[in-house]
């Protein structure tokens, strides 16, 4: 695998990204009346107000959280973490359609299904390009000169 040139911008799309899905995950946490009058708000009907969807919304902005920590920890040494920063990119990447088929089958409004699946694939594919965006041979040495010996 080639070594990143442009490892400033891919690690400051990274923690983006990872501020991102943090604010997302961090929202599952909020009160229940806090999430029904942002459902309400959008034009969707309020959650269900039993244990399980607590539980179950509980549980997935722990798993955000926890995500976007992880996230930002790859992205203070992108080239270290070289292949996990091309995984997680690529996780991103095949989310996109996922979670439009998935907010599609539960009955999500359209601009919802869309918006999800551009901010999906915006925080894979924008790094990713730069990942693989081919540079010039002099930013190539360059980024080969600043690379920590170990």
Not at 85 to 114: E, H, K, N, Q, S
Not at 121 to 148: E, H, I, K, R, Y
Request: with cysteine.
């Amino acid at each position: 695998m080639k070594t990143f040139t442009r490892v400033r911008t891919i690690a400051n799309l990274l923690r983006l990204a990872a501020i991102s899905v943090f604010l997302s995950g961090v929202t599952f946490l909020l009160p229940v009346t806090s999430i029904d009058s942002f459902l309400v708000w959008c034009g969707l009907e309020q959650v269900p107000h039993v244990r399980l969807m607590r539980y179950v919304l509980f549980a997935a902005g722990l798993l955000q959280v926890g995500i976007s920590v992880v996230v930002w920890v790859i992205a203070r040494d992108v080239v270290r973490y070289q292949p996990v920063v091309v995984t997680v990119l690529v996780a991103f990447l095949i989310g996109a359609p996922a979670f439009y088929l998935f907010d599609a089958l539960a009955g999500m409004p359209r601009w919802w299904c869309i918006l999800e699946f551009a901010c999906c694939f915006l925080a894979g594919g924008v790094p990713l390009a730069f990942c693989l965006w081919p540079t010039s041979p002099n930013q190539a040495l360059q980024a080969t000169a600043a690379m920590p010996r170990i």
